[in-house]
């Protein structure tokens, strides 16, 4: 190490982290399932990821499957319902004028567009499952009743309370009983409702269940799109596409095209046209036209054209990546569906609500998936048709340090590799590796993988029969632990583009206080279960207050040979501050004869907090005669 033992006793943060070559690291995909803190809904104000994030899980198999093999099959009640859907939406009463159709979550926003589509109870209410949405993509054609969000093992109180109030004569699953399990859909019925599902053993097969039943006398067009876009998740274009009412929306996917079954569905349903949404090649087939742009915002904006040539006006905007508020949004048949991202709308949407006949936008989710400022930027060009769409007016920032300096970000990049664990490593997968084989102190520089834990996961390799080599791989781990492969890659998000200084520094500054009591662990960046090193605690302060520090980020973190604590202070994009000119917020750093080798967060009045032996704590700056002649700042003035 490069401090001994004694100063890191003392001082408690030897900051382990990753050579800058991560090269030699293998890239995993990241599970279904991120860590709890990062499975914030993009409905809410305190997303994650979403990035994507996607937070959409697997169910029984469903979600992030090939469209051939692992998908829920039904169970013996997963059959179409008995009675024809009608294909009318119920009589209407008028509409509220709202500006956001939002809850705290994707549940509580399903029933909120529920409640604003049916402002008269409807006769039939959806359920579709709240993490494996492929089932929902499908449903935007159901035009007798709202498509409500579940989970798969309960139904939500909000969920609840709205049967109740609505009193459907129906309820209907959409998916197998994997996906929604049949006590679920006993719940459901809150009187003397009759209880349906509609299913079939893939997304593929659902889709197709969904067209017969919602067409039982055949469509002229018929749509088609990718059911499992870039991942295998999900494919976006099937969002916008809801607001398509002449025809049923039929699942492909790139690999295998059009199964036979759809081919055949196509066929039984008379289609004399089929449309294709969004440019991703399904296998050999051939549509007799697209509607598709560069990417899922312009596809949005195809789609949108082709929706508007009804008497329709209002623009609904969803979150492009997390997709999930848009779900529901099949049974608003007074506008189209339009995709943005939550903090910057995009060009091609900017010019398209200017130049169409789009008069309101109406934001779905809550402020994590499209923001409050990018709601009224998208109003203003709805009703100011003169408007230019610039770049400077599609992205609302609320803070700008001066250009040397780190710029703020809407999102902190995935590092696109996981550690390995293996000899020398540390950070939050060695310390789970090490607890689950009970190997060593859980509390000191001992927390690294030394030749000890090298030997136990031998030992279990051998036990379990994957191969004695001492390497905690993908195929070890999933035997050892149930935690999530990508456990390390925990990231706070940022607070929104639009935030100023001001707010940035509270959200660091509360972040920072509200770790404290979490454990020590020499590499770890969190969470607060699994624990921080000094400068792993003070990563993701940075993370928060909407500042990215590449290279250095959570994976490069837990590696042998890199420390984390030196290279923040010699960063070239942070400001450097004299010591005595400290702030709350700036960085305070310790040296010694090997350099830096500790950082805690400021918080004014000589009170700092930081990660150190033990746990995370509040306290008085001590050791002055250690402590670096300059603080960094990270929110630079």
Partial sequence: MTVSHKIFRTLTCLTAG????????????????????????????????????????????????????????????????????????????????????GGKDRVETSVAIARHAYPNPPKIVYLASALTLAD??????????????????????????????????????????????????????????T????????????????????????????????????????????????????GPILFGSRTNGLTASTTDTISSLGAKEVVQLGYNKLGSFKPNRYLAGSDRFSTSVAISKEVLKNDVHIGYLANGFSLVDGVAAGVLDDGSILLTMQEELPYSVCEHIRSSKITKVVALGGEGAVSQPILKIANSFAANKS????????????????????????????????VVPRL???????????????????????????????????????????GANGIVDHRTWVRMTSRSWTMDNFRMTPVP????????????????????????????????????????????????????????????????????????????????????????GDLIFWQGRGGIYHVAIYLGSNQIVEASYGHSRQRALYNWGSIAPYVVRPLAS
């Fill in 18 to 101: 990753a050579s800058l070559a991560l090269a030699a690291l293998p890239a995993y995909a990241e599970d279904s399932l991120p860590s709890p803190l990062a499975q914030q809904e993009a409905s809410t104000g305190n997303t994650e990821n979403t990035n994507s994030q996607q937070n959409d899980s697997a169910v029984s198999g469903t979600l992030g499957s090939t469209p051939s093999t692992t998908d829920s099959a039904p169970s013996e009640e997963s059959q179409a319902p008995s009675a024809p859907a009608s294909a009318n939406r119920s009589p209407q009463v008028s509409r509220s004028d709202v500006s956001r159709l």
């Fill in 136 to 193: 929902a993509m499908a449903a935007g054609s159901l035009r007798d009743g709202p498509v409500v969000l579940t989970y798969s093992n309960y139904l939500p109180g909000v969920v609840k309370q709205y049967l109740r109030q609505a009193n459907p004569e129906k309820v209907v699953a959409l998916g197998g009983s994997g996906v929604i399990k049949p006590q679920v859909l006993q719940q459901a019925k809150v009187s003397n409702q």
């Fill in 195 to 246: 209880l349906d599902r509609l299913a079939g053993s893939t997304r593929i097969e659902t889709a197709i269940e969904i067209a017969k039943y919602v067409y039982p006398q055949g469509s002229s067009r018929v749509y088609v799109t990718d059911g499992f876009g870039d991942t295998g998740k999900l494919g976006p274009d099937a969002i916008p596409g809801a607001a398509l009412h002449d």
């Fill in 387 to 418: 408007k230019k769409c610039v770049p400077s007016a599609l992205r609302p920032v609320g803070w700008r340090p001066p250009a040397r300096y780190l710029q703020p970000v809407s999102a902190i990049r995935a590092p696109g590799t996981t």
């Fill in 424 to 466: 020398g490593w540390n950070g939050t997968k060695v310390r789970e590796v090490r607890t689950r084989l009970g190997v060593g102190a859980p509390l000191n520089a001992s927390m690294t993988f030394d030749g000890t834990t090298e030997k136990a996961v031998k030992r279990l390799q051998r036990k379990i029969k994957v």
């Fill in 497 to 584: 583009l639009s935030a100023n200084r001001s707010q940035r520094l509270n959200a660091m500054l509360s972040f920072a206080r509200g770790q404290t009591g979490s454990p020590y662990t020499w590499g770890g960046a969190g969470g607060y279960v699994d624990g921080y090193d000094c400068s792993g605690f003070a990563l993701q302060a940075i993370y928060r207050a909407g500042l990215d520090p590449q290279p250095i980020n959570v994976i490069a973190h837990a590696a042998p040979t890199y420390r984390t604590s030196k290279q923040l202070y010699a960063h070239s994009r942070l400001q450097k501050v004299g010591f005595g000119a400290r702030q709350p």
